[in-house]
């Protein structure tokens, strides 16, 4: 974890470079220091997905409406604060990013910061040891 999940219509396909979205708002993850300095995100953890819903229907169907929908989820242990200010961040990213999009297409947005609060967890990964300190 951090695990941030973009949902869209899949008629944002033609209009975004998804691969560069995801990886924008995953470098604004990296970038998130909290109180101290530290870095909010471990970078082995840091993944981003996007879905895209084939099958939709937003507002009334009378034009061809598009949809986001951006949930980042994480484990416990980060502040209000920090929390505040990563949904902040993410919210400006994708804000930037998608400006060419709010020009040409009627779009919602929205996003979502979950903590969790797991009854089960659990990890199994190679990734993370590559970016260790020490």
Do not use: W
């Not at 953890?45 to 929908?69: I, N």
């Not at 993410?90 to 979950?114: K, M, S, Y």
Request: proline share 4%; hydrophobic share 40%.
């Amino acid at each position: 974890m951090p695990h941030l999940v973009v949902l869209y219509t899949g008629n944002l396909d033609r209009d975004l470079d998804m691969n560069g979205f995801c990886r924008t708002l995953a470098d604004t993850m990296l970038q998130a220091r909290d109180e101290q300095g530290e870095q909010v995100f471990p970078t082995g953890g840091t993944r981003v997905f996007a879905l895209p819903a084939p099958y939709f229907a937003v507002a009334d169907g009378k034009r061809d409406y598009a949809f986001m929908y951006l949930n980042l989820r994480m484990g416990r242990g980060r502040s209000e604060g920090v929390r505040k200010q990563v949904g902040e961040a993410l919210l400006a990213t994708a804000q930037q990013a998608l400006t060419p999009v709010f020009e040409r297409r009627l779009i919602g947005v929205t996003l979502q910061v979950d903590q969790g609060d797991e009854s089960f967890g659990a990890k199994h990964s190679n990734i993370h040891p590559l970016f260790a300190k020490g």
